[in-house]
């Protein structure tokens, strides 16, 4: 018994068995190769109810960036939280606003001159996916 232990614990540690994928190369260019304030700006939101009805458009708005701090606002109220880091080759935030039903808590990865998020409402108990990108000047 233990020496099967012994061999299974083997094989599953050995640099032979599974090898995980390289991350992704930056785009050079990109806010992938950039640092936090760059994410600042005015971004084009489509919040995706998925019931069959047009997504909602928003500004989600980033006026400052840095370190891990960003001010900014989105769906109508500035952001009473957040946090932003670099995870991997992108940019991650987190952001807390209030609606009239309570806290909505915000998260999404900058991949590119794209944001893929998602917003949850919990006052309502709705959880919104969304995609933005940079809004032209």
Known sequence: MMRCFALCLFAFASPCAA???EAPKPVE??????????VAGTWRVALDYDDGSDPMEEELVISSASGANMQGGFLGSTFTQ??????????VFFATTQ??????????RFQGDVIQGQSYFSGRALLLPWTGYRAEN
């Not at 260019?29 to 760059?38: C, E, I, M, Q, V």
């Open 19 to 21: 090898q995980l994928p």
């Open 99 to 108: 609606d009239a039903d309570g806290p909505v808590y915000h998260s999404g």
């Open 29 to 38: 260019g990109s806010l992938l190769d950039r640092n936090a304030a760059d």
């Open 82 to 91: 957040s946090m932003l880091r670099k995870h991997g080759q992108d940019m």
